[in-house]
């Protein structure tokens, strides 16, 4: 039975949201709302499957109230999930399609966005932020790639109502799981123009656990079919192979982690069977080649039931670390700290010989549900911009705890760049890795800034999470370099300005590169080459500046971009006397200029004040002056 007005396309909608409803009384009206209050032209087809929990009577009460806005489908028996939802797509009239499950809800203004996104830009799909998605996108994007969105296979989107007609993209009706995946791959592979509205939340998801995790062998079963979807309409290559590591890895190696652990010895055997199936069809080289240590590990496992349950175990078991401490000995940065696979700080982890030198720290005796793991801990760096890795040399504690390590990192080694700091446990083939920092022993903190064949160095602790890392350079770690005024004096017409320069304590004037004044009012900037003149000393003349108040810095070259940091003044006699001279004006004739050098009440910054002032003018302050008198 169908409730609710006709539909049809001049009605001018906008949007049809499709929401299949089975038993979901409790979550509901929170659904609905929030459709509701979506201000776009919509309407809103709900699909009922024949609900015994109240559901039912609760959209007669919706129909009834917002009659040209809800319509309500009533099936005697309860269907699939793509049943309901090709029901509601039948009955659709809006320019877009919107699928919303009936334990989630929208954002206020998250069609209106996505609309505008689609218009816009002419899009047949509009992926939406969901809440919370770990694996969500971030950024927003009027033309996004098909790899981009790929990791997103759900269908809560916004959809073109004509392009599915077109390509006849509909949900299979006989998954009852994993069919959202499927229609999702059809219509990416189809879609002209994707887009991604990341600026804010669109999409809040019940949540409610992964199927995949509740019966792994059938969930392996379903992601067979958008896997041979998206082998049809993608031909092999570099595309393809991308698309299938993200299969491999998420829907079907994953099976082989906790999932394979939850199941009976019978069962594991059947999962490895029908992971190595999947295998053998579609991991090309290309794919092997993406693939990262564990999954690596498990795949070259395979027929070895034993070991992918020692790896299960490897990957579930929670990484215990703690930093120690972080100090400079000479050039080189040493960290020390230790880390453990297992439950209790430090208590799962057995050290080897004491004062061992080797490239990994022994991690012997964890043990896990009856597995006993050894592992290797180390350290490991990676830029955060090119992603590149680097793994300084490692030691085991003489006499610290199991699994302790102190790490020292060849500083100037390294190129410039922010380098996040890592702890790593290698067990079994497999790495686990974590930020080292977020867990401290009291008083462990970082050390100062240091010039490293001068590069700044500037250890640091991130304001969120208290994750270690190191600025090379100085590019999001603000450097404390200090420049400080020695005194100013003229030379002819040129203010000669000289100085010491100091990051932290140490000597930095061999990284001077410019002085530069900038004008207060306009922004207007003027360089002069400065010079080292000693390890802290430093000098620059200057001339020709237009009038106004102009503030001085100094700008350095630390290895990263180049940074500027106001010259301070700490003694007045510092500062020579204006000087004054008549020259040619700039609009003719002849005036009187006047450059003074002083110090900003406030913060005591060196700036320069330049007037210019003509014969009447002088003569009027003479006068002034002298009446004063």
């Known amino acids: 039975m169908d409730t609710g007005s006709d539909q049809d396309a001049d009605r001018g909608i906008d949007v049809s949201v499709v929401v299949p409803a089975y038993n979901r009384r409790a979550s509901l009206d929170r659904c609905l709302t929030s459709l509701l209050v979506q201000r776009v032209a919509k309407e809103i087809v709900v699909v009922d499957g024949g609900s015994r929990d109240g559901t039912r009577a609760l959209l007669g009460l919706y129909a009834a109230h917002h009659p040209r806005l809800i319509t309500v489908i009533q099936d005697a028996q309860p269907g699939t999930p793509g049943g309901a939802r090709n029901r509601g797509l039948e009955r659709a009239a809006g320019r877009f399609v919107f699928f919303c499950d009936a334990g989630d809800h929208l954002a206020p203004d998250a069609l209106a966005r996505l609309v505008a996104a689609a218009d816009r830009n002419g899009a047949d799909v509009v992926v939406g932020r969901v809440a919370g998605a770990r694996q969500g996108l971030r950024e927003s994007a009027d033309r996004a790639s098909l790899t981009a969105v790929y990791d997103d296979l759900s269908c809560f989107k916004l959809f073109r109502r004509d392009f599915l007609e077109r390509h006849a993209i509909r949900f299979d009706e006989t998954q009852r799981r994993g069919e959202d995946m499927t229609f999702a791959v059809h219509a990416y592979c189809h879609a002209r123009v994707i887009s991604v509205v990341a600026d804010g939340d669109c999409y809040h ?202 790490a020292v990192l060849d500083v100037a080694a390294l190129p410039p760049g922010v380098w996040d700091v890592h702890v790593a446990v290698e067990c079994e083939g497999a790495r686990r890795l974590a930020r080292l920092g977020s867990r401290r022993e009291p008083g462990a903190g970082v050390p100062a800034a240091h010039l490293v064949g001068g590069v700044v160095a500037v250890p640091f602790l991130t304001r969120s999470h208290g994750h270690l890392g190191l600025d090379l350079g100085g590019h999001v770690v603000r450097v404390p370099a200090v420049v400080r005024l020695t005194r100013t004096w003229w030379r002819g017409r040129r203010l000669r300005v000289e100085g010491r320069a100091l990051v932290g304590e140490e000597a930095a004037a061999a990284a001077v590169r410019h002085l530069i004044w900038r004008e207060r009012a306009s922004g207007r900037e003027h360089r002069e080459q400065a010079m080292a003149v000693g390890p802290r000393e430093f000098a620059a003349e200057t001339a020709r500046l237009r009038p106004g108040i102009w503030d001085a810095y100094l700008e350095l070259g630390l290895g990263g971009p180049p940074v500027r940091f106001p010259v301070k003044v700490a003694e007045a006699d510092t500062l020579d006397r204006p000087l004054r001279w008549w020259r040619g004006a700039l609009r003719g004739g002849v005036a009187q200029w006047t450059v003074r050098p002083y110090a900003t009440a406030v913060n005591r910054r060196l700036s320069v004040s330049v007037r210019v002032a003509t014969p009447l003018t002088v003569v009027r302050r003479m006068a002034r002056t002298l009446r004063q008198r």
């Open 205 to 406: 998801a019940e949540g409610g656990g992964e199927a995949s995790a509740r019966d792994p062998l059938g969930w392996l079963r379903v992601v067979r079919t958008p896997i041979e979807v998206m082998v049809r309409h993608v031909p092999p290559g570099a595309l393809r192979d991308r698309l299938l590591l993200r299969h491999l890895r998420r829907d079907v190696l994953a099976q082989l982690g906790v999932p394979f652990l939850a199941a009976c010895e019978a069962e594991r055997e059947k999962i490895a069977v029908e992971v190595a199936d999947i295998c053998g069809q579609w991991l090309t080289p290309g794919v092997r080649a993406g693939l990262d240590g564990v999954d690596a590990a498990r795949v070259a496992a395979l027929d070895d039931p034993d070991r992918l349950v020692r790896l299960a175990l490897v990957e579930a078991a929670p990484l215990r670390h703690r930093l120690t401490g972080v100090e400079w000995r000479g050039d080189r940065l040493v960290i020390e700290g230790w880390a453990a696979l297992g439950d209790a700080d430090g208590a799962s982890a057995g050290a080897g010989p004491d004062g061992a030198a080797h490239e990994g720290a022994a991690l012997d005796g964890t043990s896990l549900k009856g597995a006993v793991l050894t592992g290797t801990v180390s350290l490991v760096l990676r830029e955060r911009m090119s992603r590149q890795e680097r793994v300084p040399f490692v030691t085991r504690g003489g006499t610290a705890a199991s699994g302790s390590f102190t």
